[in-house]
């Protein structure tokens, strides 16, 4: 098969991939997006561009994630269907692969009460699993979802979420299943700070013999401080931060805390590094990109 | 049931206001059930605007009448001679209510008093909760009898979101995760196999998405 994308090939080869992530701004400011690819460029093979995360209006990710293909660094772009139907998503994908975008996530979304427009109204006119088919069916048969044949049809690398801390657990390793079934390629979990949760998980979908079939790039995200660690067990869908982490947090000096962070970023890559049927690492450093340079490095990720 | 609940009396006030004869109009079934538009509420409603304007300095009569059904023409009728007596008739129906009286009655005023919710059941008292939206395609069968489509706030066919804790959805604490309860009722009644089958993209062409509905039954039409 030939890769469609840099961290396809990167995955192909059976190496260990490194992505990042790029929040764009709320506003229609560039260099705000050129500043994250200077921090990022060069440390990751891959960079997620967000689509109105946590549901607030921001510049939209098909553009942040051209601005990325023009500065030579590969964009991952999010789509959530959120907020477009079934024809505003083929055809958004059909003009970011024209754009020269090659990886796609699929996403539900998060609500849009979480955001700063909770008036709005949503669309989900088709659902996470449905979008990951869309794209597939697109890629490999080259129709749109009429069945119309696409004189060029998107060749995407198509990418989707899991979280394995969120709840029926039982459920979630069936759900990847699905995901696996519908057409995903690659797999980026939620932040991994229940390592023991997140290790039964892994367990499980290599029993059942998942992790064959698609590559899982595990999420990390540093924690600047103890109250950020506290306020994302508390406050962010779907996050587990256990509280033995909290705690080791909140020992270190205030203004060691960062580091401490950091500290625990790279011992999860070290365990992930090692793990049977994870392919990757996802690094989220929300807000604070200028660190990944620096985690990429001490944890022997470097290209 | 269609659920609703009466608008709050400030807002009814200024729809009444320019009026002053007024055909507080109850229906007896659904809004009934759910305390926002029977017999009951429509003699509370009638105090609370006699009090309201009086306070004002204002005038205002009100005449008060409960029918069956304000959706059915044969209990329409009924209300025939009030509505002639007044100036306006504030029904305290749901929208298919006030709908059914502005088409029966073509020349008179019609208000909504009361907010029209949603399909519902009671499930303790008090407490009313959305359970169907009318999609007109019933996937009951599939989600072992939840529906994925009203409850779950994604609208998601194919299985959770990551934001399931604890059976409780993303969206608020008082929210319960629809796909928690499926799968709960899905092992009870040991069909957890259908969640491995792909639903693919609904059509929606049958839901309210697809126009204005009209169900037409050729064995009833004269």
Known sequence: MKPISKLHETLLNGDFAVTGECGPPRGANKEVIDEKVKLLNGHVTAVNVTDNQTAIV??????????????????????????????????????????GIRNILCLSGDHQCFGSQPDARNVFDIDSVNLIRTVRDMRDTGKDMSGFDLDVAPQMFIGAAANPFADPFEYRVLRLGKKIDAGVDFIQT????????????????????????????????????????????????????????????????KKDQAKEGIKICLETIEELKEM???????????????????????????? | ????????????????????????????????????????????????????FKK?????????????????????????????????????????????MAKRFKN??????????????????????EECSGCGNCGLAIFGGVCAVTRCSKKLLNGPCGGSQNGICEISPDTECAWHLIIERLTAIG???????????????????????????????I
């Open chain 2, 56 to 100: 004002m300095g204002e005038t205002i009569e009100i005449e008060e009448q409960t029918i069956e059904r304000q959706c059915e023409n044969e209990f329409i009728q009924e209300a025939a001679a009030a509505i002639g007596r007044n100036e306006v008739i504030l029904s305290l129906a749901c929208g298919a209510g006030v709908q059914a």
């Open chain 2, 1 to 52: 049931m269609i659920t609703g609940e009466q608008k709050p009396i400030n807002e009814i006030i200024e729809l009444v206001k320019p009026f002053e004869k007024v055909l507080i109009l109850g229906c007896g079934t659904c809004v009934k059930t759910c305390f926002a538009g029977g017999e009951d509420e429509v003699a509370v409603l009638a105090s609370a605007l006699k009090l309201s």
């Open chain 2, 108 to 129: 008179e005023v019609v208000l909504p008093g009361v907010n029209t919710t949603f399909i519902g059941i009671q499930e303790s008292p008090g407490v009313f909760t």
């Open chain 2, 191 to 221: 069909q957890m196999d259908n969640l491995k089958t792909y639903i693919p993209p609904k059509n929606w062409d049958t839901s309210l998405s697809g126009g204005p509905r009209k169900l037409i039954r050729e064995d009833h039409k």
């Open chain 1, 58 to 99: 921001r510049m939209s990710s098909i553009a942040a994630s051209t601005h990325l293909v023009a500065a030579g660094l590969e964009p991952v772009m999010q789509m959530v269907v959120r907020d477009r139907n079934r024809i505003a998503i083929q055809s958004d994908i059909m003009g970011a692969y024209s754009l």
């Open chain 1, 190 to 253: 939620q932040c991994i700070y229940n390592m023991a949760r997140f290790k039964e998980w892994i367990r499980r979908a290599n029993e059942e013999g998942l992790t064959e079939k698609v590559y899982i790039l595990g999420g990390v995200t540093p924690m600047k401080t103890a109250g950020m660690a506290r306020y994302m067990n508390n406050k962010v869908a779907g996050m587990d931060v256990p509280e033995a982490l909290i705690k080791r947090m909140d020992g270190v000096d």
């Open chain 1, 276 to 303: 049977k049927g994870v392919h990757g690492v996802h690094i989220m450093a929300i807000e604070w990109e200028e660190v990944v340079g620096q985690i990429v490095e001490q944890a022997g990720l470097n290209k």
